[in-house]
């Protein structure tokens, strides 16, 4: 069989075949879901950290330090994460998403935000820094920014047999991708409305003041309301 044949051959069965959809109460990993074609409906909340920068660090410092740093933001940020109950479920690049169920999901999801930022601030930069001669010699800045959601989506499994992995159908995941990838420093940690309506006291105030500023972001060409902060919270 040619290679145009597989193509086609492989477009029209995923394209015609029908979802077995069922109802999820915990995150889903990709063994939950069959590859030809299952999917899992949840309500979560799904945070997506992203190192700001890397191409410029990559172009100023050597690989080796360019590679220790992203590793130290990605094992931050999946402690915290885990610690949170959330779990991984993606890495891209510099980028990590985590996904919490439960009823304290949006609280969980954003105390992680916000003790990323403080493990990103106050000991990555500090100690790198501290370390790399490249870093303090050229004054650089290792920012990040977090971005949380909540809702109903859809975990779906995309690829062939032995090369696959999930993905997350809906609108939830899209917009904290999106609010991750904000830069308005020192606004570090974005949240949906859906988020702050929701979370925890101990999440929204410091005493007793108000951690967010209300913004607005164009999304799917609309524009909607989510928050800002330019606080953290140590572990």
């Known amino acids: ?81 885990r610690a949170h109950n959330g779990a991984i479920r993606s890495f891209d690049g510099d980028r990590v998403m ?32 501290k370390r790399f001669k490249s870093v303090k010699d050229n004054d650089v800045k290792i920012q990040q920014a977090c971005g949380v959601d909540v809702g109903v989506s859809r975990a779906v499994r995309a690829g062939i047999r032995n090369n696959n992995d999930l993905i997350w159908i809906g609108s939830p995941p899209s917009f904290a991708a999106k ?20 979370i925890a006291d101990e999440a929204k105030l410091s005493k007793g003041v108000d951690m967010w500023e209300k913004r607005s972001t164009k999304f799917a060409g609309a524009s909607e309301v989510c928050y800002r902060s330019s606080y953290w919270w140590k572990p």
């Open 98 to 129: 985590g996904v919490f169920a439960g009823d304290s999901k949006r609280t969980n999801a954003t105390k992680s935000a916000l003790k990323i930022q403080w493990a990103t601030r106050h000991l990555i930069q500090k100690e790198a820094r």
């Open 179 to 198: 609010l991750s990838d904000l830069r308005e420093y020192p606004y570090c940690t974005y949240i949906s409305a859906g988020v702050y309506n929701r």
């Open 1 to 81: 069989m040619s290679l145009h044949d597989d193509l086609t051959n492989a477009v029209d069965n995923v394209l015609g075949k029908k979802f077995s959809l069922r109802d999820g109460q915990n995150v889903p990993s990709s063994e939950d879901v069959t590859l030809a074609n299952g999917a899992v409906k949840i309500e979560a909340a799904f945070l997506y950290a992203d190192l700001a920068g890397s191409g410029r660090i990559a172009k100023i410092c050597p690989w080796d330090t360019t590679a220790k740093i992203i590793r130290a933001y990605l094992d931050c940020a999946v402690r915290i994460i």
